[in-house]
């Protein structure tokens, strides 16, 4: 079991990163010290009952005593939070949820292959350094990542992956960067083009539901075992309030129960791409 | 010397007056390393019907200004589950376990889990939910659908063919979504309630604009926090004036100033929903936040502030 702190962070920095996205980074010697890849943190943007709720952010990045949220302006809380300056304190949960499974050291030496679209890409880099951090001299391990973004001016996180040793697919809506449509489109070129022997590797995306669900497909069809990272509205973030279910495959399915409800929040955010009900 | 905490309620003696209350604490277990949980007055758990629900589709929270919609739909494994699996962690922790109840429509279905609550020790009072917004009662044809608690008749028949059964601190969770709360207040007292809880959530729904959809999946939901404070506060008032059992007063309680106005209005002990979700250590910030203000306005006794408000 994972362990969770409440505590009072220092904001060390604040960075805009273009019109709508940036990064945060707080002072914490809990949190990086326990976090896994795919976990994340609550985080209550002001002390005022508006925003009431705290917002779920993927951890990003963790340094020595500081860990970094990247993050989109969409609303109030996201606004409040860009706004913070150093040395602001903001109250923060964490680190919450299961994260990924980063599979067996040695064996299994097949690619492992990082699907992101549009905000994925921040728990999904911290996945990678952790993958690369396992890296031995015997297991060496190839890391694919596809990066969907709506355009070029969106495209987050791309030198950083780059400069972790993984290998880098760009799609965008529009066409301004790498491939213009889908990640998923970009995800199974790959897979059709790849011969089986070499497909003994696992994916792990995050984003979008639409993309989970394609991603969720392609890995049934080509057999490949998918981790997805799913994203719900929360209101506590620690598996209380039965807020922010998923309809999972029932253990033992009957016709009273053909699926059972798990948190998003506790459960996950993590799921196998098989037990999901679409 | 420190302030006197202890309240009593029914039978049952709380070592402070601060609970947490059902649907927002889970079981309690979730809540294990964020804080102290043997210091809490007491927890409700999460309503408990007697076959397990599995809740409402999703999504199924919103946040609205100041607050926050839900329509959970009760999902809970079911009594016999709860009793095995959930309840002795929850009595393991040392502060008194209230079991909260509930059915859709079958005034049996809480007379025969209170039947069975009674038989476990473990148990230290039990709450009748007849006013979850978010599951319907079901009436003759023509008469349209309502919760028990929006009926005199209705809540005291229920909670006398409950009372029967059971010694225990028996409590009734009353909703605002009524004309004259005090009416199902007394009716609740005649009945041989032991004390009333209020408010359960108020009857709410938002839009999403662009989408042209209700933000939550079952359109309507039960609207808690900071936005249901004071209509919460006048409702504990008004029924402060006509009953004799405790209260337990709750609607957005965020810390210690609003919690000091629900004693002040008349509640004997109080209870932390929504709040908890937004700091899970606010019930107990609540105790240390009581007693400074007892201490430092040299008041001994908890229970002399209770209903004190100068007029
Ligand atoms: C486990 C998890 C991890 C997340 N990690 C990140 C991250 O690393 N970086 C990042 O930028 N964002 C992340 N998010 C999304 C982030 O929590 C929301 O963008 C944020 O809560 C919006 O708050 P707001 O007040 O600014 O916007 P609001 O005004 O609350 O909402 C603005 C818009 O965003 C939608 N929205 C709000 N909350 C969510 C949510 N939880 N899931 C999906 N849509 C939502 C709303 O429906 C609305 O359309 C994550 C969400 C989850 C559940
Ligand atoms: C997510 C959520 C779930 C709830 N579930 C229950 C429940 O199962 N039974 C019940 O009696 N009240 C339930 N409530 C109501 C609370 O116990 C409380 O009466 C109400 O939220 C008002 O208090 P607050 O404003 O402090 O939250 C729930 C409230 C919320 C927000
Ligand atoms: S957000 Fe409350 S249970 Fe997941």
Redesign the pocket.
Known sequence: MSRVFQERLKVIACTKLSESYFRITFASRRIPAHALGGQ?VQVKVSDSAQ?LLR????V?RVGKNTFD???????????ILSEKKPGDFVDVIGPL?NGFDYGPRTKDQGPRILVAGG?GV??LFFLAEKIAERRTPNAERKIIVFIGAKSKKDLLCEKDFKQLGCEVKVATDDGSKGLRGRVTDLLEQYLRRTPNAERRSRIYACGPKPMLKQVSLLSKHYNLPAQI?L????ACGIGACLGCVVKVRAQNASRRTPFAYKR??KDG?VFSASEIIW | MSANLKVRIGKLELANPVMVASGTFGYAEEFTELLDLRKIGAIVSKTITLAGREGNPMPRTC?TPCGMLNSIGLENPGIERFLEQKLSYLASLGSPIIVSVASENDPGEFAAMVKRLEKDSRVMAIELNISCPNIKRARGKGQGSGLIAQDPKATYSLVKSCRRFTRKTLITKLSPNVTCISEIALAAQAAGSDAVSLVNTFSGMSIDVQAKRPKIACVVGGLSGPAIRPIALRMVWEVFQKIRIPIIGMGGIMDVQSALEFFLAGSSAISVGTANFVNPRVSLEIVRGIRDYLDKNKIKDIRSIVGALKL
């Open positions: 994340f925003p917002r779920p952010f993927g990003h949220c990247l993050c989109e302006i969409v609303g109030e809380a996201t606004r949820g905000m921040a728990p990272s994203e719900e509205h929360m998003v929040c955010p | 946040e």
